[in-house]
């Protein structure tokens, strides 16, 4: 059964999140043991190809803009 839009993003947010805790993760260890010199600062921070890219966020966003909305229209209120 293929992915749904709205599973793939979710897998790929939860991806990314993963990805910026195990970074910020290693920037605390290497501060803790006092390895902070340039090359490794460098390594931590150059980021790999980010995980969700910017053609799978605009086709999120626009299967987001069809779906119906998320509460039912309240109905209007009639005077007393």
Partial sequence: ???MPKDRLIAAL???LRAERETR???RD?????QLDREVLLAILSDPVPV???D???RAEAWLRGLPPAFPPRPALKAA
């Fill in 52 to 54: 969700v890219t910017r």
């Fill in 56 to 58: 799978e966020i605009v």
């Fill in 14 to 16: 939860g991806a990314q």
């Fill in 25 to 27: 993760d290693a920037l």
């Fill in 1 to 3: 059964m293929p992915a």
């Fill in 30 to 34: 290497v501060i803790a043991n006092g």
